[in-house]
T-cell receptor
Framework: KAGVTQTPRYLIKTRGQQVTLSCSPISGHRSVSWYQQTPGQGLQFLFEYFSETQRNKGNFPGRFSGRQFSNSRSEMNVSTLELGDSALYLC???????????FGQGTRLTVV | AQSVTQLGSHVSVSEGALVLLRCNYSSSVPPYLFWYVQYPNQGLQLLLKYTSAATLVKGINGFEAEFKKSETSFHLTKPSAHMSDAAEYFCAVRRNNFNKFYFGSGTKLNVKP
């Protein structure tokens, strides 16, 4: 059974650009959550999508957005990149609510 | 409000020694508690979880944790450290009916030969 797949694994972008990260959850999982991990702030929740609807949202500016497709794959987009957006972005997949979360290996975004 | 506090950002033990990583939670309702491990440039792997079925929870790789409501603690232990245990460990809490995790700041475990 394939795990959670995040692409790309590494990304370098310039300030002001935008970026799109992708997450393919485990087959049959309906929930996808996104987290930002930085040395200073640790792991912070960005948002959760469940059956194509955003169900929970963290305290991030509107530059951070996401969506989920009918096949449960999810994308997150960050516009007008700032140096502080450099982080490891992790995606978690749940079959349903209150079920075990499986994490992908993350996308390492570096903003220069 | 949900939160977890991990005491000690770095812990160093000798191979074969006891591992004790501390986690205290703050929750207004009975929580779901988790320990995750992260190896460099990797995602998070679930070690164990507490879901109120038993206070002593056994996980993978010989780890276990005990839920102590009176102390609001969920400390992670392993009787004998192995070199392969060197990683960063995160305690997390989640509310019922939500898939949102609140993570502690993490503890980096160093295992000395």
């Amino acid at each position: 059974k394939a795990g959670v797949t995040q692409t790309p694994r590494y990304l370098i972008k310039t300030r002001g650009q935008q970026v799109t990260l992708s997450c393919s959850p485990i087959s049959g999982h309906r929930s996808v959550s996104w987290y930002q991990q930085t040395p200073g702030q640790g792991l912070q929740f960005l948002f959760e999508y469940f059956s194509e609807t955003q169900r929970n949202k963290g305290n991030f500016p509107g530059r951070f957005s996401g969506r989920q497709f009918s096949n449960s794959r999810s994308e997150m987009n960050v516009s007008t990149l700032e140096l502080g957006d450099s982080a490891l972005y992790l995606c978690a997949s749940n079959r349903d609510t209150n079920t075990e979360a499986f994490f992908g290996q993350g996308t390492r975004l570096t903003v220069v | 409000a949900q939160s977890v506090t991990q005491l000690g950002s770095h812990v160093s033990v000798s191979e074969g020694a006891l591992v004790l990583l501390r986690c205290n939670y703050s929750s207004s309702v009975p929580p779901y508690l988790f320990w995750y491990v992260q190896y460099p440039n990797q995602g998070l792997q679930l070690l164990l979880k507490y879901t109120s079925a038993a206070t002593l929870v056994k996980g993978i790789n010989g780890f276990e944790a005990e839920f102590k409501k009176s102390e609001t603690s969920f400390h992670l232990t392993k009787p004998s450290a192995h070199m392969s245990d060197a990683a960063e460990y995160f305690c997390a809490v989640r509310r019922n009916n939500f898939n949102k995790f609140y993570f502690g700041s993490g503890t980096k475990l160093n295992v000395k030969p």
